[in-house]
Each structure stands twice: as C-alpha cells, then as structure tokens.
RNA sequence: GUCCGCGUAGCUCAGUGGAUAGAGCAGUAGCCUUCUAAGCUAUUGGUCGUAAGUUCGAUUCUUACCGCGGACACCA
C-alpha cells in the first residue's frame, strides 16, 4: 500500500528533520480534493509545533524529503497548510496493469475458523413482508458480502418467529371465518393470506372491545376480558401442550407462510446458510437461567419469577423468567447466542434488527457477561432506523405499510415504463427485457435504501417512485452497461484482450479524468475495509456511485476506440475494463446485480 | 421522568478535527450525423437546530438548551 509508505515516509521525514520520536507522529493522510493538483495531502499544521516554522516552509521542507526519498513521489506543492503530494505515471502505469484484469480485486478471500454469524430478516409468521423487512434484508445480505469480501468467513442465519399469540390469532381468524380457504381456493400468496386472517382478528377483537367499554368496563380490562383474545391465548396453551389438532392447523398455515416468503426471499435475492424456528429453539435459556440462579448473578422471588439487577450497570431491573416457569424474549435470546455461540464458534455475532430494541441487546449482552460467558462481547447489535413514510411510520392495523412483494412489483413495472419512454427496447427480445426490468427495478430500491446509513432513519415516499436518474442505482447499472459495450466493440474491432493488459510502452501523460478514475479504483479495498469495521453497505453504495460518476465524466470527454495511438487506446480499454470490474463488485457487494447492456 | 439516536440547500441524502460544506431531485440554460443522452456541462439555492467550551483549526469532539424519533412490559 502506498499509502502506508507515504505515511511511514513522511513520520521519517519530521522525525529526521525536525529531531524527535517519530512513535509519537499521528501522520494524516488524505486524498487530495479534485480542484487541487496531487494525489495525497498532508495536513501539516500539527507539525508547526515541533518544526518551529510557518505551514509553508515546514510543508515545503517535507515535500523534499519525499521526493528524495520515496521513488513514487513525482513532486508536490504547497497551499496554506497543505502539502499536495503528486506520484509518479509510473506509479499509476503499474498499478492499472497489475491489476485491471483481475476480477476479483479488492475482495479478499475468506478465512480462518471462525466465521462472523450474521441474523437477519427473522419475520413473524403471522402476515407478509414489509418495507421494513425489506431494509432488514438487504442490510443483513449486503454486511454479509461485505464481511466476506474483507476476509471473513460469514454464516447467514434467519430466526423464523412462527409460534405465539400473533400466530395464534391469524389461526382462530381462519377457523372461525375462513371457510377452509386456502391459497389455491383463493388465488392469493400464502403469507399474504395468513396476513389477512391476522387483520380480521384484530377487526373483530376491536369491536369485542368497544362492546365491553360501551358496558362501562374499562379500555385496559376489556382488551384483558375480550372473548376473541382468551380464545387465542387457550389456543396458544393448546400448542404447548402439542394439542394435535392445533398443531396441525399451525403447520397448514405456517406452510403457506413459508411458501409465500421463499417467493419474496427469491424475487428480492435474498437467501441464508440456515434457518432456524423459534418454536424449537424457544425453550432454550431455561437452563441459563438455573445456571444464574446458582451462581447467584440472578435472583428467584417468591412469585417463582427470576430477575437481574443491572441497576449498578445503570440500567433496571430485566425479567428472564415469568412467575409461571415461562419463557420470555430475553430468555429465548440468551439461549439462541449460547446455542449459536456452541455451534459456530463464531468471531462475531451479529444482529441485524431495528434500533427500537436497543435496550434489549444492551441487556442482553450484560446478562451474557453477568453469566461469565466472555463472548458477549463478539455479540454486534446493528441497529438500523425506521423507514418512515411522509405521513409517519408504517402501522400495519391502519393499513400504512407497503407491502414488499406490491413494491417490488412496482419497480419491476417503472423499469418497463422507463425503458419504453427512453425506446431502449429495439434490441432486446421479451424474456431479456423482463429479466432486464427486474435487475434495474431491484437495483434501484435497493440502492435507494442502501445508500442510507444504516443508523438513521429513512424517508420513503410511495407517491413519487423511485428515481432512476442521478445518485441511484440504474444510474451506476448504466455506467457498467456502457463499459461492457466499449468492451464488446475493442472485440468486434479485432482488439483482443491481452493486448490491451500490457501499458509497458504507454509513454502519454495521464488525463485528469483518467487520474480521476484511477484514483477512486486505487481506494476499493480500503473502501470495503471501512463499510466492514463500519457495518454500513452504504460505504460501498456512496463509493460506487462516485467512482461511476468519474467514469462517465472520462467517458465524455476522452476517446477510446478512436484513439489512434494503439499504446493510449490500450491503456484507456485498461480502465475501462478495471473500472468496470470494480463497479460489478461494488454492486456484488450491495447485492444488485448489474446489466450487459440497458 | 431517565436513557439512546437524529437535526446539513425547497425535497432526499453524502461529508467519523482541516482548504471556498458536497451530490442527486426539483428550477433555469446548454450538449446527441461522433464509443449507449438512464449520460455530460453550466447555473440558482446554506446563520451545517441554538448557545457556550476545547483546539492553530469544529458540520465533525464536550456541555447545556430547542425540535423530531425511539426505548425504559410477567409483549416480541
């Protein structure tokens, strides 16, 4: 890495000059901004204290040691505090050579025993998915990628929460109403159907409710006494005590749950390593708990219940056991990190849910560390914000959520419609142009929701569609394709591939543009190394769109094909060709595919 | 009430101590007989929520306040 050296050289340089402990040199290295010529910049104005001198000269003064003393450094000039550091041709000669053929650069190869645990999407079996699952997914598959690409092994797991209440609701519905429907009888996607069991209950529990409050019960105590609510909790006791007619009904539905989301994990891209139920995992903990009981870290009071005191943690005190000898969330959780813990021995642990239940992880984590498990630290929340709507959040009994399979439908369509507008269709025959319709609709939501930090919160506005111009993902598609048909011209014109992979008689100066290019293609592995250590895929979203951007202004601007200096030609394909790698696995990484040609 | 996160252009978002705070969308004006115009160029638009502090230097770090969101269940 150059940039290593620099900063090595560049501490030997004050250390040398200005005589002091180099150890102690915190050297800032950074790219230099496009309206300046250069490479790197240093900011010198922490050195003016030890070199007694203005920025100018002390700047000056190691800009001569560099130049001296480091081969690659071509020259450099000063401004204000800045010293702008400039590499050789050479330097960026050997670097497109050495590298733009190869396919896989800047991915790194998984390894070692350990792998990185990634949960995520982990729905509820009670209705379909959602925008807010569809961020959960793509987050949790794209940090995948990303880990992987950065050295890890990663083991994608998916924690399917299919018993409970919830679930138990949807079931009544249908049996009281359903009229034996099923997704065949009734034409409609499994999960979806389920889900609309699930709103029915919730309607006829409301009017339950509104007839005991308009008796004079209370809100609170009706909502406790609703006829509809009890028999949904007798249902859910008739499940743990394996009630065969129950469980038969919980497998018939949750099957055509299943058989709904492997159509939205599939149309979205998604998969996992392993899947793993909650209703075979949701007794584990109890023995943690006992475990705590034991060494005294938890406490039983005299209702039978088990609770941890982390106020000197500075948090409450947390339930893990109900005074029935009942699980709770916290309990299932303790003993599915345990379980994953045994099984993987996994480096880290991640979680990919919601920021709400960043309490619960806080807790979670402490109770491991109470408990003396020393992993509880591998465990990584990553918390990711709401998608919001412009009218607040999404609430699934008002009908606000938007549905992801609805959405995806959408985009599939834009995409068309876009296509037509723009009469990019005469090439392509129906089946190409449907697949082509759903790599760009696919690209540009995820995209969308991807260039987001993870950590904050997002806006989705369901009335204006997605944008497919400017920062957005078919604007990144379309870079490729048109790389990909400069490629298949060299082709055509005869020019064949390893020709254009030998620079060694490329004596022309580098265009800006072309350095532009260059420059950004020289910063993919250290970019991919930062999305890692900052859990964000949108590192990588942010960098392929510049990297695209710099592409099409080299594009504008310079010939390729026409250039008739065959070294230049050559060395120009070279780019083209790294460039274009480097967007496909940019684009890998996010999980979107990209196009030959749009 | 306590704790956590977020406030950057009309809108959606970048910018994890450095130069004149950047993109896209929207608006305006240009560029296709020339390698794909889903592109490129120019231009309009900012007291970086407010106020103090630390620093040679703060949108970035600290504190307080204001605004928005979330959490603090014998729910998951």
Known sequence: MVEARLSAAISEAIASLYSIDRESLQIQLQKTRREFEGDFTVVVFPYT????????????EIGDYLCSHMPEVESFNVIKGFLNISLKSFYWITFLQENCSNIS?????????????????SPNTNKPLHLGHIRNNLLGFSLSRILEASGNKVARVNLVNDRGIHICKSMLAWQKWGNGETPETSGTKGDHLVGKYYVIFDQHYKNEIAELVASGIEPEEAAKKAPLILEAQQMLRKWEAHDPETIRLWEMMNRWVYDGFDITYKTLGIDFDKIYYESRTYLLGKSLVNEGIEKGVFTKRSDGSVWIDLTPDGLDEKLLLRSDGT???????MGTARQRYDEYNPS???????????????????????LGCSWSDAIYHLSYGMVELPHGKMKSREGTVVDADDLMQEMFETAERMARELGKLESFDGDEAEKL?????????????????????????PEESVDFNGNTGPFIQYTYARIQSVMRKALELGINSDQHHDFSDYTAKIAPQEKEVLRFLHDFPSTISLAAEMHSPAVIAN?????????NRFYHDITILKEEDEAVRNFRLGLCNFAGNVISNAMWLLGIEVPERM
Do not use: C
Request: proline share 4%; no cysteine.
């Open 348 to 370: 880290q642990l991640i979680y990919v849910v919601g920021n709400e239940q960043e309490y619960h992880f806080n807790v979670l984590k402490l109770v491991l560390k109470h």
């Open 437 to 461: 319709y759903r790599i760009i609709g696919l690209g540009a939501l995820k995209y969308f929701i991807l260039k987001v930090d993870p950590k904050k919160n997002m806006l989705f506005n």
């Open 327 to 333: 699980s709770v969330y916290m309990t299932q959780d």
């Open 49 to 60: 204290r030890v070199s007694k001198k203005s920025p100018e000269i002390t700047a000056s």
């Open 105 to 121: 650069y800047g991915l790194k190869a998984p390894a070692g025993d350990s792998p990185v645990v990634v949960e995520f999407s």
């Open 543 to 551: 960098y392929a769109y510049e990297l695209a951007g710099a592409y």
